[in-house]
C-alpha cells in the first residue's frame, strides 16, 4: 500500500512541477493591457496567410524621430512568424510563436524581445477575430466603435485599432504613448501544404 501511495504521490508531485513549468512558460507570453493582460496566441484560426506591412512608430511623450520598418508576418495553425526589416531590407529581428513559446533572434539594432512581443500583441488585437481575442483578455474587451476596436479601462479608451487584414490604418496605444500607422503592402493566402 505504501508503494502505491508513494507512486501516486510522486506522480502529484510530477504533474505541480510540469504544471508550474508550463505556467512560468505562459506568463511570459502575457502582454499588459488596460487593467489586465493579452494572452498571446501561437495559432491563426484561418486559412494560412503571408502578409508585407509597412509599419509607422511614432512615440507621441517625446520628441523622437519617426521609426519605419517593413514586417512579414507568416499566420498559420501550428505557429506565427514576423520578420521586421528596416527599409533597407536589413533584418531587425525575427520572432516566432508555436506551442513551446516565443523565440526571438534580434539585430545590433534592435535587440529586445519584449518589443516582439508587443508588436504581436498590437497584431493579434487588430486582426485575430474579435471573440477569440477576448477570450484571452484578462480584464475588459475590445468593443467594435465607427469601424475600430477599442479598449477602455474605467471609461478611458488606452487602446485602439483601425486596422484591418489588407488594408491600412492606426493602432494607437494610449497606455504605452505610441501610435502604429500600418500600410498593407500584400497580402497572399497559402495553400494549405505549404510551409
Request: glycine content about 8%.
Amino acid at each position: 500500500m505504501t508503494g502505491v501511495f508513494r507512486c501516486v504521490t510522486l506522480a502529484l508531485v510530477l504533474f505541480a512541477v510540469a504544471g508550474c513549468a508550463t505556467l512560468g512558460s505562459k506568463d511570459r507570453l502575457q502582454v499588459p493591457v488596460g487593467a489586465g493582460y493579452y494572452s498571446l496566441q501561437w495559432q491563426w484560426p484561418g486559412e494560412p496567410l503571408q502578409v508585407w506591412q509597412e509599419v509607422r512608430w511614432s512615440q507621441k511623450a517625446e520628441q523622437v524621430k519617426n521609426r519605419e520598418f517593413v514586417v512579414s508576418v507568416l499566420l498559420e495553425s501550428e505557429r506565427l512568424l514576423l520578420v521586421a526589416l528596416s527599409p533597407l531590407g536589413n533584418e531587425l529581428f525575427r520572432s516566432e510563436l508555436t506551442a513551446s513559446g516565443h523565440s526571438f533572434k534580434g539585430s545590433d539594432f534592435l535587440d529586445e524581445p519584449k518589443l516582439a512581443l508587443q508588436v504581436w500583441a498590437d497584431l493579434q488585437l487588430a486582426l485575430w477575430p474579435l471573440e477569440t481575442v477576448n477570450a484571452h483578455m484578462s480584464s475588459g474587451a475590445l468593443q467594435p466603435e465607427n469601424g475600430r476596436r477599442n479598449l477602455r479601462d474605467d471609461g478611458e479608451l488606452v487602446w485602439s485599432s483601425g486596422v484591418t487584414m489588407n488594408t491600412s490604418g492606426t493602432i494607437e496605444n494610449k497606455q504605452r504613448g505610441y501610435e502604429l500607422t500600418v500600410n498593407t503592402l500584400q497580402y497572399d493566402v497559402l495553400d494549405n501544404d505549404e510551409n
